[in-house]
């Protein structure tokens, strides 16, 4: 068990481990598990640095951010030429299926909107251009149109659940059409985000719900 103190200072300390981030840049409060962050940092990568960071220390049960992201005073890019820049970054990667994703970029802001088979080339699609230049932040708005007909098995998730180093002993695996409930505890943040990766491979779903709670007790 961890205080809020100790929780904060853990917090800080895995924020110092990083070293594209700088300890003076990101402000840490705790209260019972909930750690909010604040602050202002020079690119959008640095930011989702620091939320991994946070989300994968013990005792954090929910992660709020208020980091602003200001990009250096030289001068910004247009969205014209973030916008070719993103088009330049699908086109060198085969597995992003540019033709289905459509591109917004307002300020700085990208917004990505389209349909694609799987999980993981939504994923792929982000991460192909937070580090660009320019970009302050990504609203991810992709959405999941599985080709697989056929309903997905529930057994078949609560194995792959078994096999990973998970405790899933206290999850519960529900099916409603193509989309996927995980409700129940775990002990970490990283684990939740685990098991919905887990989840996410399915075949046939397009959606998943993951109302999994981290279970910590805190010393008051």
């Known amino acids: 068990m961890k205080t809020n103190a100790e929780l904060q200072k853990d917090v800080q300390d895995a924020l110092k481990w990083e070293p594209q981030l700088h300890s003076a840049e990101i402000g840490v409060i705790v209260k019972n598990g909930v750690v909010s962050l604040t602050g202002t940092v020079d690119n959008y990568a640095k930011k989702l640095q620091a939320e991994h960071a946070a989300k994968n220390v013990s005792g954090v049960k ?13 001068r910004p890019k247009t969205d014209e030429e973030i916008a070719n820049e993103i088009i330049a970054a699908f086109k060198s990667n085969s597995f992003i299926p540019e033709k289905k994703i459509i591109v917004k ?74 989309t996927v409930t995980l409700k129940g505890t775990v002990h970490t943040w990283h684990q939740k985000e685990e098991a919905g990766r887990i989840v996410w491979k399915t075949p046939g779903i397009s959606h998943v719900n993951n109302e999994l709670k981290v279970d910590y007790e805190y010393n008051l």
């Open 105 to 178: 970029v307002e300020n700085g802001w990208v917004n990505l909107e389209g349909e694609v088979s799987w999980d993981y080339l939504r994923d792929i699609t982000e991460s192909s251009i937070k580090y660009l230049p320019g970009v302050k932040g990504i609203y991810n708005n992709i959405t999941i149109d599985s080709e697989i007909s056929g309903t997905p098995e529930k057994k078949d998730i609560e194995k792959a659940l078994d096999r990973s180093s998970i405790d899933s002993s206290e999850i519960e695996v529900s099916i409603s059409g193509k």
């Open 62 to 74: 929910v992660l709020v951010v208020h980091i602003d992201v200001q990009l250096p005073i030289s």
